[in-house]
């Protein structure tokens, strides 16, 4: 593949992965920059290329101003080559390092620039924020300056608007309430100060997070600025001398190891000599183990702590760098005298024949004198040093880093390219982002929104507005809020906020009654009993009561009763009713039960429950006129009463026939005397109306007992 050819497909490569890194980023919540990242770099191991290449779509996505150009995707190719020109070169680290922490600071001020203006579009539609927030979702990018010219024109047109309806609802209030207008003043100044006051922290948090992404910024192209320079260097001085000689090595360095060499070998000739070839084994062993342990106990002191002293003077280390200086050398001296303890101890001749193998105390002689004589070579001191710097780099002061640059600038490449600045900065916006989801979250929440409804319908902290609390019910009963529903069902049913709607309030009240909230179950009722705007059933009305009593509304309770009251006072009205006109028609001498319109029993007792309700009416009525209407018909009702009890009774089957010819003659014949004596007896007819009457007074007394509960 040509050149040209690359160069295309790396093109359209980085085009498509700013788009979808703007889809991410401009979505109806944002998106963090991890989500960003797995939507472009969804493999688990992706290699320094993928990863530059998807860092610096990031990078380009939320850094536009306008929609996407060419140009912007030439930049972003040019920027992605240069990087992965470098890999392999011991700044690649810390360019990828400074590429991810740019790439997320800017996604998460981006996110945090979404997040807020979606609460500003909950708070003010009409904003510039708010409208900027739908321009960006529509668009899945930054509008067009054009777009962005007009809407900031419209919206500061509507600010204007604002304030004057703002301005004339003040002069109002002046004119009817001075009070209310006075302590409305004071109110709007703290809100502005406290929006100004908000305003300036967020300023300032947003000018220290520009100010860390610039300094990152800076950083990373003298990387990739200087690695260019090198390679030019290099190459330009390769084409000038191809025979330049070897580095050569430090003298010193080349003695010590010199001489090293010669007395190892002279040890291990003259202890083969003397001890015989088990020297092969305990002269490297003893060799070995006196460089590793003579290195962590004489080193630390002679070389370390010195230094240490030294920066302690100059204040360019902290003076807790001691301790872990002389720990090592500490542990390692205890380690050892414990060990060869130990050993003593518990093999008593291993040791002594330890302590007697000439070839192994020579050699740990030759190692220790080999550790002591090492800080002559400089390149062991240039080695220990790099060493000293990386071990203890966290207690060096702001002072050393100032003396040197050559410090400095290995502790912006140490740690796989830790941050040099603050990190409380590097946290800055991922605070903010996730303050910013906390309150979106609780904006969400439908609690929230029913508690704004409230404050709405009450007038609490704000001007009173049964519309607002209106659209508040109902975005937190669409989300499932028992409390909502029912208050949206009673703004629906008293025409609060809107039109009134039966429909839309039996809608609700049934959907919290579902939940069990037991006021609208009680409202439900209601509807249900009156019959506004669903047919009138008593049945259902009742059905729903008693569920808000078992719930607990009181409400519920006294309606459960009354309506159970009333429907039981209906249906014994209708029986006497009935029982009343067919004893009108059917004068008889002796009645067959099974005639009546309902059973005798069920009968007798309505009528004698409708003589203790008047009776007990009679004791609340003070007007002549309906005392003597209650007494008359309580007379009537008397009447029929004994007439059921007397002269109606079960008939035999095999004397139905003769009491039907009986009830036909207009006088007693004699020969019915049987008849008349069979079912025609004062003293049971007595009994049986006792038994009524005790029946409906029992009855009362236990409803009065259960009403008194309630």
Not at 167 to 191: F, I
Not at 372 to 386: E, H, M, N
Not at 435 to 448: F, G, I, M, V
Request: proline share 4%.
């Amino acid at each position: 593949m040509s050149g040209s050819s690359e160069m295309r497909l790396t093109v359209r490569t980085m085009e498509k992965l700013i788009s979808h890194a703007l889809e991410c980023i401009y979505s109806d919540q944002g998106a963090p920059f991890a989500d960003v990242l797995h939507a472009l770099v969804p493999e688990e191991k992706p290699d320094v290329a993928t990863l530059a290449r998807a860092y610096t779509a990031i990078r380009v996505a939320t850094r536009l101003t306008d929609p996407l150009c060419d140009s912007d995707v030439r930049n972003a190719v040019e920027e992605y080559q240069k990087t992965i020109s470098l890999i392999g070169a011991p700044s690649i680290e810390r360019v990828r390092y400074l590429l991810k922490e740019t790439a997320e600071l800017q996604a998460q001020r981006m996110h945090l620039a979404i997040l807020k203006g979606k609460l500003a579009l909950r708070d003010d539609e009409y904003s510039y924020e708010a409208g900027l927030y739908r321009l960006q979702i529509e668009t899945k990018g930054p509008p067009p300056p054009a777009k962005r010219e007009k809407l900031r024109d419209v919206s500061s047109r509507m600010a204007d608007l604002s304030r004057q309806i703002k301005s004339r609802e003040l002069e109002l209030l002046k004119e009817s309430n001075p009070a209310a207008y006075n302590d409305r003043v004071v109110e709007e100044q703290a809100l502005s100060l406290q929006a100004e006051n908000a305003s300036l922290e967020n300023s300032k948090d947003a000018s220290e997070a520009l100010d860390l992404i610039k300094k990152m910024d800076h950083e990373l192209a003298d990387l990739l600025r200087t690695e260019k320079t090198k390679e030019a260097s290099h190459i330009e001085s390769t084409k000038k001398d191809d025979t330049r000689p070897p580095p050569q090595k430090h003298s010193s360095s080349i003695i010590i190891t010199t001489l090293s060499g010669l007395a190892f070998c002279y040890l291990l000739g003259y202890s083969i000599w003397h001890q015989g070839w088990s020297a092969l084994l305990w002269v490297p062993i003893g060799y070995v183990v006196a460089l590793f342990a003579a290195a962590q106990i004489f080193l630390p002191l002679i070389l370390a702590l010195p230094r240490a002293v030294l920066l302690l003077f100059k204040k360019q280390i902290k003076i807790g760098v001691i301790v872990p200086i002389l720990v090592t050398p500490l542990k390692w001296v205890l380690a050892l005298g414990i060990g060869l303890f130990l050993v003593g101890f518990i093999f008593p001749k291993t040791a002594d024949e330890l302590y007697a193998n000439a070839a192994l105390n020579l050699s740990l002689n030759l190692g220790t004198l080999s550790i002591l004589l090492s800080p002559i070579s400089r390149k062991s001191r240039a080695d220990f040093w790099d060493d000293f710097e990386k071990r203890f780099q966290k207690y060096y002061t702001e002072a050393f880093y100032a003396a040197s640059p050559s410090a400095s600038a290995a502790r912006t490449e140490s740690d796989s390219g830790h941050s040099v600045v603050d990190q409380d900065k590097e946290k800055l916006l991922r605070k903010q982002i996730v303050s910013a989801e906390r309150d979106l979250e609780l904006l969400e929440n439908p609690e929230t929104i029913y508690g704004f409804g409230l404050a709405y319908s009450n007038g609490d902290d704000c001007e009173k507005d049964e519309r607002a609390a209106r659209e508040c019910f109902a975005i937190a009963a669409g989300k499932g809020l028992a409390m909502a529903q029912h208050a949206l069902a009673l703004m629906y049913e008293n025409g609060q906020g809107g039109p009134q709607d039966y429909a839309e309030a039996i809608r609700f009240y049934s959907m919290a009654a579902d939940q069990e909230y037991a006021a609208s179950q009680n409202n439900l009722g209601t509807l249900y009993e009156l019959g506004s705007g669903v047919a009138k059933s008593e049945d259902r009305a009742i059905f729903w009561y008693r569920k808000a009593a078992k719930n607990g509304d009181p409400n519920g309770h006294s309606n459960t009763n009354r309506l159970e009251e009333t429907m039981e006072r209906d249906n014994y009205f209708n029986i006497v009713g009935e029982v009343d006109a067919f004893l009108d028609t059917h004068n008889v001498h002796i009645g067959d039960s099974s005639l009546l319109p309902y059973p005798k029993q069920k009968a007798m007792y309505a009528v004698k429950w409708n003589v203790a309700y008047c009776e007990d009416g009679l004791k609340s009525i003070t007007d002549p006129a309906l005392v003597a209407r209650y007494t008359k018909l309580i007379s009537n009702l008397e009447i029929v009463f004994t007439l059921l009890a007397r002269d109606w009774h079960d008939i035999e089957p095999s004397d139905k026939e003769a009491v039907a010819r009986l009830n036909s003659c207009k006088e007693f014949p004699d020969w019915a005397l049987p008849l008349k004596l069979k079912y025609l007896n004062e003293r049971a007819a007595a009994e049986e109306a006792y038994a009524v009457a005790s029946q409906v007074m029992e009855d009362k007394v236990r409803e009065e007992q259960k009403r008194s509960a309630n």
